[in-house]
């Protein structure tokens, strides 16, 4: 089946940018996903990317994307306290079937 | 953008009842909701696939009659856990994704359940 990996942790200070690294397995994704969960909230949607672009810019955040390699990556500039959170990187592809989530990636960021 | 509500948002009850947990689309229709289960520091473990209007379909080891989903409108669906146990203790969220489109799922704040 579907599989979506990361890496668990992250700690960057602040100032500096953090990049969060993704793979999957679905090569009929249509769309990728990174969500935020802060402490006993539920999910807010950072950003998506449509699969056939491999870039995609807003604000602080930048999302890259290695198609042929099944590579995601979310790079956000400038990191702050309040950017400490768990990261989940998602694919999806119809709208009836759910996203296939990564363990999530917990970011500390260090003042 | 829009908007999954769900409620309550936490909840603690004794062990031997039951909890309803209600997941609302407010501006858009979903034919499919989502319920999700997280347990401290893990990930979301997709528990059923709620279908308006049929059976909802659950995901391998979730006992059907323990989490009941109803799905009566497309705008709500209900996880109502049974004869709830202090294991069943967890973070329950919901997702919805807007009836035909491909684009992401919202998902609702989460309800903490504690059962003592």
């Known amino acids: 089946g579907e599989d979506v990996e990361q890496s668990l942790f992250l700690s960057v200070r602040e100032g500096d940018s953090s990049v969060i690294n993704c793979t999957y397995t679905?090569?009929?994704?249509?769309?990728l996903y990174w969500y935020k969960q802060e402490p006993g909230a539920g999910l807010q949607l950072l950003t998506y990317?449509?699969?056939?672009?491999d870039m995609k810019q807003d604000q602080r955040l930048t999302v890259l994307l290695n198609k042929k390699d099944k590579h995601l990556s979310l790079r956000i500039a400038d990191t702050q306290t309040g950017d400490s959170a768990i990261y989940f990187c998602?694919?999806?592809?119809?709208?009836?079937?759910?996203?296939?989530f990564g363990k999530g990636t917990r970011l500390s960021v260090i003042a | 953008g829009a908007v999954v509500s769900q409620h309550p948002s936490w909840v603690i009850c004794k062990s031997g009842t039951s909890v309803k947990i209600e997941c609302r689309s407010l501006?858009?229709?979903?034919?499919?909701m989502f319920w999700y289960r997280q347990f401290p520091k893990q990930s979301l473990m997709l528990m059923a696939t709620?279908?308006?209007?049929?059976?909802?379909?659950?995901e391998q080891g979730v006992e059907k009659d323990k989490f009941l989903i109803n799905h009566a409108s497309l705008t709500l669906s209900t996880l109502t856990v049974t004869s709830a146990h202090p294991e069943d203790s967890s973070f329950y969220i919901c997702?919805?994704?807007?009836?035909?489109?491909?684009?992401?799922?919202?998902f609702g704040q989460g309800t903490r359940l504690t059962v003592v």
């Open positions: 998602a694919e999806g592809s119809s709208g009836n079937t759910p996203l296939v």
């Open positions: 709620s279908n308006e209007g049929s059976k909802a379909t659950y």
């Open positions: 997702s919805a994704r807007e009836m035909g489109m491909n684009t992401e799922a919202f």
């Open positions: 990317i449509f699969s056939n672009m």
């Open positions: 679905d090569s009929s994704s249509t769309y």
């Open positions: 501006d858009f229709q979903a034919t499919t």
